[in-house]
């Protein structure tokens, strides 16, 4: 230190290793708080702010870190990256919103707004309502999800062309198509002899058990649930009395077979 003389309240570092517990105030003897205080002399030697003015450094430092901490940006999602998928707690992701009791309500208009759907996606002309009969993704479409055999699907197809020459099939025509063959009607009549005593009717409770067994007739995945094809049978056998005809059990087959294809269409 030269000839400079120390500060009244500056301690060797000996002195303060030498002076034990005492030498600190009892207010600063628990963990985390500072013993002995450097006088103003050491704290400017040192670099240090004493007082009020370094408790504002301290607190100025401890809300930079803060905001730094807070303002990192939150990871970008890349361009063209794909949404990702709604919990369940967010509603359905049925197509137009479609769900499972939306399609008993209204299979009619069930119908129309998933096949509507999947029709746009057929590519030319769809925007405008026909699309050409060799459209490869409307006839794998009807393949899929139909009871027309693949062989037959063109005759199928030309009894659809509308009457202005073009061979075109409407959008329209495209629906009537799958609901006119949701089922196989020589599978719906051989189900029903099976079940019938006299050839032309069943009783009621027959026709239920007859429709249970029936579904496995339909193909594909089943995308309805054992929990819940009770209530595909109520809405299908609402206007049920205690007999049943074969034109009913046909009707009944049809309306079962249409529901649980939509419900597989729209994943509801």
Known sequence: FGSRPLAANFHPVGVLLRAGPGACSPQHSTMGNTCCNPGAEDAEANGMASGAGGAAKQQNNSISKTAETRSVPAKAVPAGAAPQ????????????????QMVLLDVDQAEQLAYGTAFAAFGSGAESGSVQLDCQPLR????????CPYEELD???????????????TLAAFIQM???????????????LGLSTNGETIDSQECRSGLL????????PDSVGEGRWEQVF??????????VSMEAWTVYCKTVARIARVVHVVKA
């Open 178 to 192: 799958l609901r006119d063959n949701a089922v196989a009607e020589g599978k719906v009549l051989e189900r029903f």
């Open 85 to 100: 998928p709604r919990s369940p707690a967010g509603g359905s992701s049925a197509v137009g919103g479609l769900d499972f």
């Open 234 to 243: 109520d809405v299908a056998m609402s206007d049920a009395g205690a007999v």
């Open 140 to 147: 794998d479409f009807v393949a899929a999800n139909s009871a």
């Open 213 to 220: 067994m029936f579904k496995d007739e339909l193909g594909g």
């Open 155 to 169: 005759v199928e197809l030309l009894r659809r062309v509308g009457q202005d020459g073009e061979m075109k099939i």
